[in-house]
C-alpha cells in the first residue's frame, strides 16, 4: 500500500537514528506535520483495521497493491467526492481523517478484487449520484451499502458516518415505501442494505433476529463467502444475497429474510425473484403458560368471566400452535393444572406481499383472540366445545407483530390449531418460514447454476419447482 498526494508523490517520515540493543523494543514517533500525520493514519486504518481485520475474520488479505491519494478529489468528474477508481482510493481533504469514508472505499476495493473494477466503479452509473436516504439501483444500493457496512463491521460500530444501522427505522430521514403497493421495494436503497446486512451480522438479539451470524456464518456459509462467491450477480444486489442464502441456507431462511423485510426490502415486488418467503420470523412463537382461579360465575356457552394471565407458570418458545388435550397428559406443559390456565403467544409475521390472510382458529376450546399490529381483529372469548372459527384481514407487505391469546375454563378438554392461508399459498399451520410454491424446503440448485454466461447470470430461468399441494 501507498499512500500519495496527487502531485508530490508518497509520504515519507525519517525519524532521527536510533541505537537499540538486541530485544523487543516500543517505539513512539510523535510526527508534528499535520498532513503527513493524517497519511500515516490513512495507512494505519486500512493496514490494521482493513488488512489485518479480514486476515483475522475471514482469513483473507489482498495480493495487489492499492494506491492512496490524499487530498484527492475523484477522477470522475461526476462524482466530486472520494471514490474508489482502478485499485487506486482517493479521498477528498475531509475523508482522510474519517475511518467510515476510508474503510467505506477499501471496500469498493476488497469487492472489485472478486467481481472486477469495472462493476463495481460504474455501479451507480451513469449520473454516479447516491446518498444513504435515496433510491437509486439495486447494484448501486448493494455496492454502497455492502461497503458501509463492512466499514461498520471493521469498526464494530452500528453506524456509518452517523447513519443508524442498528435501528434506522427510528429515524425520520430513512425511507419508507408504501407497503400496499405490491411493486414497492426498498432493495434500491443503500441504507437498507447496509442495515440489513449488519442485522444478520450483529450479536444484539432482536424479536425478529435472535441470531447472530457474524462474518461468515457456522460453517462459512454467510455474508462474506456468498457476496464474493462467483457467479454472484452485483446487477440484482441484496436479491442476489438472497436467492445465494437460500441456495446455502434452506435451514435458516428466517434468518435473512425477516430483517429484509422489517427494512421493507420487499422480495415479492420483484417478479424476478422466484424464492419468496413467508411465515413466522425465528425463533417461533414467544409461549407464555399461566394458572388462573374459577370464580364460580361461568356457564357453558356464555363469556369467559375469570380473571386470565394471572400467574406465570412457564415460557417457552413454540413452533406452531397446534395442541389438544382431550386426551391424557391434559396439559400443553408440565406445571400447569388441567383446567383454568391461560397462554399468550407472540410473534413477528413475514408478510410476503400486501392482500387478504385468512386466520383459522381451528378445535378451538375454549376462548380464543386475534391482535395484529397490537390491534384485536377476532375474539371468541366464550366456554365452550371445540368449535372452527376464522377471520380474514388485509394487510401490507413486511414484518407484521402477532399476538394470539387462548383461555382454558372448566374440563380437561383444551385445542386450538392455528392456521393461515394467503395469496399463494393454501390453508395450513401458522409455523416458520418458509418459500412460496416450494414445499418445507427450497428447491435444490442444479448444478452449474451459478455459472457466469457471456450475457451474466440468467435468472429468469429458474429452477423447477416440486408440482402438486404443499403439505402443511
Known sequence: MTIQHPTRGRYFHETEPIELNPGTHILNVTIQRESLRTAFSIYDTLTRLGWEGLQRQVGWSPRERVNVYWPSRCVVERIGGSCYFYNGIRLVELDGRSPDVILHEFGHFVLSRFHRDDPI?????????????????????????WASFLAAALLGKPTYQGWDLEDPLARSDFPRVDPVDPRATNADNEWAVAAALWDLFDNLPEPWDPHADGWDGPARNGIWTISTQRGFDLDFGIEEFWLKWVERRPDRLGEAACPMYRLQILLAA??????????????????A??????DGRWSLNGPITWPTFTTLVTQTTWSTIAFDTHAAPNQPVPGLRGTFWSARFSGWLLVPQPGSLRFFFDRLDDGGRLFLKDQKVFESWIVHGPREERVEQRLPAGLIPITVEYAQGPAYEASLFLN???????KELLGPIRLLGAGMAPTPT????DRISPFGLDRRTPPP???GTPTP
Open 420 to 426: 393461515w392461508a394467503g395469496p399463494g399459498w393454501a
Open 270 to 287: 420483484d417478479p424476478l425473484v422466484y424464492s419468496v418467503p413467508y411465515g413466522l420470523c425465528p425463533p417461533g412463537w414467544s409461549a
Open 289 to 294: 403458560f399461566f394458572q388462573d382461579q374459577d
Open 446 to 449: 442444479p448444478a452449474g447454476w
Open 121 to 145: 466503479i460504474s455501479a451507480c452509473a451513469p449520473t454516479f449520484e447516491h446518498a444513504f436516504p435515496q433510491h437509486t439501483s439495486l447494484h448501486c444500493a448493494w455496492s454502497e451499502g
Open 465 to 467: 419447482r416440486p408440482t
